[in-house]
């Protein structure tokens, strides 16, 4: 049976609470409902991991060459733009698929928003999808 690994970032615990007008009203807990459903339409295995730390994304991406994950979906939240470390952490992985997912359009948003540095170690990107953006990327790492 197929393990993906779902993390994610920084606020997106707060999802359903934080800036409404560009997450929506769906929290954290229905994402992860959601997920897990559509795990089970694919008999796949799941983990959804979520963190505000740093060093917690880090030992989390790292436990999952150990563990035998066959593919990653990361939504880094803010750590996107800046932590050379999640960059490097994935990096290291490079035999793991990672799509990095981000909810909202990045590229219409703050100027900030439009560099990742995680993206380059990821295989592919995808954005402004909604909380589909996870299916999708689920979809990407099990047609690999």
């Known amino acids: 049976m197929k393990k993906i690994l779902v993390i994610n ?3 997106l615990n707060f999802l359903g609470i934080r800036e ?9 807990n229905y994402l992860v409902g959601m997920i897990e459903e559509y795990a089970k339409t694919k008999e796949i295995e799941v983990e959804c991991f979520q963190s505000n730390h740093e060093g917690a994304i880090i030992d989390k991406i790292q436990e999952a060459y150990y ?12 750590f996107t733009h800046y932590s050379y470390a999640v960059r490097d952490a994935l990096a ?15 590229h219409t948003r703050e100027e900030f928003r439009h560099t990742s540095v995680t993206e380059p170690a990821c295989t592919a990107q995808i954005i402004g999808k ?14 690999e």
């Open 130 to 143: 909604g909380f589909d953006g996870y299916l999708m990327a689920i979809d990407m790492i099990l047609s």
């Open 9 to 11: 970032g920084p606020n």
């Open 67 to 78: 563990n035998d994950v066959d593919g990653i979906v990361i939504n880094p939240g803010a």
């Open 92 to 106: 290291s992985i490079a035999a793991i698929p990672k799509i990095e997912v981000h909810i909202s359009n990045v």
């Open 20 to 28: 409404k007008n560009i997450y929506g009203d769906r929290d954290y």
